[in-house]
């Protein structure tokens, strides 16, 4: 009987070890130096040091390919200084990393008010780490990481405005390949007329995307439709998103790099490398404040402006010099027509 319990045991421990490696419970905590994998094992959660730093972060990386390509971080602006942290979900329902002393270094959020030992995170197979609330009758999705980006977009994220709670996701760039922590650049989706996606450098406007034309963005040179990928710009009652889903088995993912770059990354299994499939830049149109005023812009010329009908360049020395900046002015002033009583 006593061989027999034990055997029981060792079946309970090999089983508890190697089911749901794709998920944390409210009983359970990742130290570092553990991970979780996603269930076709393409992505692994767990503390990683970026480049040179010896900082640590909580982060999703791939597995299966072009391992330590990092593609989300949780604690950008809260690194930890040693091995001592874990990830784990606490026993009101939230993930959170704790420290020594079980100080809370970075924590989801989510406004609870009761014990929730039924909160479950698991690493999906398209790198989206997910916490659904279950019990007996249903199961809920919470919380996302595709909802809080870092500098990566992957395939079925959104960048979007929330119409409901106002809450805007954007991506935004590491300060550099050591450090995680939000950078200089960022593209967000701007609602101010009709919807069309920004880059910002810092607090000045740098370039757009846009609007979507219901095939591509306008003032990008897009090859939709295409073998590839398929993209779409939606626009309803509850939200404004833009999106891309990949069509077959390749891999691809879109990062803003630290120095303004979004680059389109294709992985190539051959080579075990990531090459630039495209640049997602704007034409001259696109890039802001590179026209004055009473300038048109057209694609098709070279230079690409030209003042509207009846003006002529302000300062036509500076657009000899190829800067267009100052605008046009009237070629004739108006006149005041006097009217007789």
């Not at 989300?72 to 704790?98: C, F, H, Q, Y």
């Not at 810092?202 to 439709?225: C, H, K, Q, V």
């Amino acid at each position: 009987m006593e061989v027999y319990f034990m055997i029981l045991l060792f079946l309970s421990s090999l089983i508890s070890t190697s089911v749901a490696v794709d998920i944390i419970t409210a009983n359970q905590s990742i130290k570092d130096g553990k991970t979780i994998v996603s269930h076709g094992e393409m992505y692994k959660l767990g503390f990683f040091s970026p480049g040179n730093s010896k900082k640590r972060y909580v982060g999703i990386w791939y597995k299966k390919i072009s391992r330590g390509t990092v593609v989300w971080v949780a604690n950008r602006d809260t690194p930890v200084a040693d091995t001592s942290a874990m990830l784990k979900v606490s026993k009101e329902g939230n993930m959170l990393i704790s420290g020594g002393g079980n100080t809370v270094i970075w924590s989801t959020g989510l406004a609870v008010s009761a014990r929730n030992n039924n909160t479950v995170v698991q690493l999906l197979d398209n790198g989206n780490l997910v916490m659904w609330y279950k019990n007996s009758t249903n199961t809920r999705l919470i919380w996302q990481s595709f909802d809080y980006p870092s500098d990566t977009m992957l395939p079925g994220m959104k960048i979007r405005k929330d119409l409901v709670t106002g809450l805007q996701r954007s991506f935004t760039s590491w300060k550099s390949p050591d450090d995680p922590s939000p950078g200089m650049y960022s593209n967000i989706v701007d609602t101010n007329g009709y919807p069309q996606i920004f880059k910002w450098k810092g607090e000045a406007l740098e370039s757009r995307l846009g609007p979507w034309n219901g095939l591509a963005f306008s003032g990008f040179a897009s090859e939709i439709p295409n073998p590839v990928y398929t993209a779409e710009f939606v626009i309803n009652e509850k939200e404004i998103y833009h999106k891309y889903e990949l069509i077959g088995s390749v891999v691809q993912r879109v990062v803003l790099t630290s120095d303004g770059k979004t680059l389109l990354l294709h992985w190539i299994e051959r080579i075990q490398e990531w090459i630039i499939y495209g640049l997602v830049s704007v034409d001259s149109c696109g890039r802001f404040e590179l026209f004055g005023s009473y300038g048109i812009c057209s694609i098709n010329k070279h230079p690409p402006c030209s003042c509207i009908e009846g003006f002529e360049p302000k300062f036509p020395e500076e657009w000899k010099a190829s800067d267009w900046s100052s605008g046009c002015k009237r070629k004739k002033p108006l006149g005041l027509k006097k009217f007789r009583e």
